[in-house]
Every structure is written in structure tokens, then in C-alpha cells.
């Protein structure tokens, strides 16, 4: 038991639920196959969304 686990990493990306993915990383790749491409894009969403939130806070003072 957790042999497996050793030899492969865990994904880790957070979820939009905002837990940790529990799936195993793909070879020669630090995310597995659900987080490896959307991750990127969905990681630049939530921070142009938080960008924005912050200039609209600036804009209103
Ligand atoms: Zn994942």
C-alpha cells in the first residue's frame, strides 16, 4: 500500500472547489492529465478576476 504513490507524485493542483487534486501527475509533468492544460489557463482566470476586483476597490475611492 502507498507504494505507487511514491513513485508517482500527486497532481496537487487546487480544484475549483478549492481542495487539493488527488490524482497521480503524469510522467514528465508536475499536474495530472485534468490539471496539466486547463491549470494554467484557469490559474490566469482567477488572477485577472482578482485584478480586476482590485482596480474596481481602487476606482471607487
Ligand atoms: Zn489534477
Redesign the pocket.
Same mark, same amino acid.
Given at each position: 500500500m502507498g507504494i505507487v504513490a511514491r513513485t508517482q507524485s500527486r +497532481?496537487? /493542483?487546487l480544484?475549483q472547489k478549492g481542495t487539493r +487534486?488527488q &490524482?497521480l /501527475?503524469m510522467e514528465n509533468a508536475s &499536474?495530472?492529465n485534468?490539471?496539466r492544460g486547463d491549470?494554467s489557463t484557469y490559474t490566469i482566470k482567477k488572477r485577472k478576476e482578482a485584478e480586476e476586483k482590485a482596480k474596481a476597490r481602487k476606482r471607487r475611492k
Open positions: +497532481c496537487g /493542483a480544484t +487534486c &490524482r /501527475a &499536474r495530472c485534468l490539471h491549470w
